[in-house]
């Protein structure tokens, strides 16, 4: 009896030992290579959907800019271990030849991945350039046809991960739903889908690492809203930290017009002297007094919002712990969450948008520092684009930001 009971405690042993979610330490966001499926001009979407990498490689610089050689290699050789691949639905959600078609170029795409060394975060990202594929789809409500179409879909993904394998895939179903507002006031609606999804996930793989997410566009808020009664050993528990948004995305909504250079931390600096800098940005590109006017005008009232708020380094680093907090309320360690994205927009050369370097880098360091201090993975936004949140230089030869490396804690290259 006493070597049945120690043969069935190894067991019990091996068993919690191999049930845990798939290991992740640091990430980066790979967006603009599967997240666009291209499309006709009638907004279908053409077939075989997705690019190739070289498609992805060359759609924003020549493909002699990059280095030769396999690139998931060379993102091993930065010093991540996963990337987070973002995925348009929309292919998978048509007919069954369609979806079938879809599956076989993403399985395909994820094998392509692993066998660089790196392991994959699948993330169904909704995008809205075909909207019966989008967003509208996904935020149309728990018992909409179209999200009862959605939750089959995600179950033949969970099926063609897991065949890849659970010791090299996660899967992370949804981005940043728009299920508003993020309190008790909510429909609930974002409860049960995530928890239904959970469910339809597992029906396919016990094993599989699932990225569970809350409302509010995914966001910590949306996070502490969350009631992980689905929870399993095999669950991950995802926020996006761009808090405050209006340091982390620096951008006017007019392509003419300036918004750029709040520092970080706004406490000890001023709204002034940010509406300075911007009127010498604007004077040294050529803009007219009209047109000066108008573009501080709408920045006006960003700034105030951003110096009444008063951000800091400990207001950061609180923020984060909020998510810590509700993680350790559920009885979870914080070492279950995920920080899916984080990111600085940088200064653009003529000053339109972006943080100076000096505040960017410092945020992000923080950031960093913070969420590795409490075990938990995260993956920075994103690889290459030319949009200003980018590992990899956006002009020129695609070498990467030997700064923001730093910031990482990553060796550059």
Known sequence: MRLIAALLGVLMTAMVVQAAPLRLARGVGLHEWLNWSPVNDDRTYRRPPYRTVEQWLSAERPLSDWPKGDPFVRIRALGFDFVRLTVDPGPLLGDEASRKEALDVLSRAVRQVTGGGLAVVFNLHAVSQVPAYGMEVVDGGADSEGMKRYRAMVKTVAAMLADI????????????????????????????????????????????????????????????????????????????MYDPHEFTHQRAEDPEGFFSGLPWPARGNSAERVRQRLSARMQTAGLSRLKQIVSLAKADERIDTYFRENWDDAMLKARIGEAVDWAKRHALPPSRLFMGEFGVIRMTADGRSGAYDTDRLHYLRLVRETVEENGIAWSIWEYSNPYGMTVIEPKGPAIPDKELMQALGLAPQ
């Open 165 to 240: 394998g659970t010791d090299k895939v996660a899967f992370e179903p949804y981005n940043e739903p728009a299920y508003y507002p993020c309190d008790t006031g909510g429909t609930e609606d974002w409860q049960r889908i995530m928890a239904g999804t959970v469910a339809d996930i597992r029906s396919v793989s016990a094993d599989l690492t699932i990225i569970a997410t809350g409302a509010c566009g995914g966001s910590i808020t949306g996070l502490t809203d969350l009631d992980p009664s689905f929870d399993d050993a095999n669950v991950l528990y995802s926020f996006h």
